[in-house]
């Protein structure tokens, strides 16, 4: 269980909107993600999930609000600012450079950072300890087999863990993970399940997730968005049973 009773939260969003025109996409948000915890966002489509995620994380801007990152203002930052102060994310559609290997996808990821940027052109003079930095993660996370391999000869489940790994590899604080189980088979599913576990001891994950019965699985808390607002949070338990969470996301009505 995370404490949450004292210390500042990792993720604070207090009365953010999101309109475009005069629709609102997101309409007066507050959420709290704190230190250890694996936040679960879930809701129909539709329901501003990816919106939200993309404000958080600074590709679009808020209309109103304020965002917070360990106590600190962020919400006027540009997303490459987020991401140096810690932000990480990984997108629904995979963002990999197709033509190359899953090494040089991880090298022009590690090459980005501030601590280990380079000249695009001197590449040439990458550090050996940034390659076993990277030997290290593709043996950690399963991919030493495949380092070598184009990304666009793996099966769609391995890109989405590549994916992932890159979006690590500069530790984040906070680790944004949108639908990481999105077009992955049941086989593909159980691996990502026990990556995403295995992440959470390590950081603080906030992940959108389509499928309820995932997100009750793995998170540790669960907020409900439902055209653009908050409708409850709770844990697990909390909202399996709440009868305006099965009525919005299920459908079912209840009553005699």
Same mark, same amino acid.
């Given at each position: 269980m995370i404490d949450m009773s004292h210390k500042t939260p990792v993720l604070k969003v207090t009365d953010l909107y999101k309109s475009y025109g005069g629709v609102h996409v997101l309409v007066g948000l507050d959420l709290e993600i704190h230190?250890?915890?694996?936040? &679960?966002?879930?809701?129909? $489509?539709?329901?501003?999930k990816t919106t939200l995620f993309n404000v958080i994380s600074g590709f679009i801007k808020a209309s109103k609000g304020s965002i917070q990152f360990k106590g600190q203002e962020i919400t006027r930052l540009p997303a490459f600012k987020r991401?140096?102060?810690?932000?990480?994310?990984?997108?629904?559609?995979?963002? !990999?450079?197709?033509?190359?290997?899953?090494?040089? $996808? !991880?090298?022009?990821?590690?090459? &980005? !950072?501030?601590?280990?940027?380079?000249?695009?052109m001197k590449s040439s003079r990458f550090s050996e300890t940034n390659l076993e930095h990277l030997s290290e993660m593709l043996r950690t996370w399963g991919l030493w087999e495949e380092r070598k391999m184009p990304v666009v000869a793996l099966p769609y489940g391995i890109q989405r863990q590549l994916e992932i790994v890159m979006a690590i590899l500069h530790d984040p604080k906070l680790l944004l993970l949108d639908e990481p189980m999105a077009g992955l088979e049941a086989g593909n599913r159980a691996a990502m399940t026990k990556m995403i576990k295995a992440l959470s001891e390590k950081m603080t994950i906030l992940i959108i997730e389509h499928d309820m019965d995932v &997100?009750?699985? !793995?998170?540790?808390?669960?907020?409900i968005l439902h055209h653009g607002e908050i409708i409850t949070q709770g844990s697990p338990e909390e909202i399996q049973n709440n009868s305006e969470v099965q009525r919005i996301y299920f459908g079912f009505e209840g009553g005699p």
């Open positions: 230190d250890g915890e694996l936040h &679960a966002l879930i809701g129909p $489509n539709g329901a501003g991401a140096h102060m810690g932000i990480g994310r990984t997108f629904q559609i995979t963002t !990999l450079f197709q033509s190359l290997s899953v090494l040089e $996808n !991880l090298r022009l990821t590690l090459e &980005a !950072l501030p601590q280990s940027r380079l000249p695009f &997100a009750l699985l !793995l998170a540790d808390r669960v907020t």
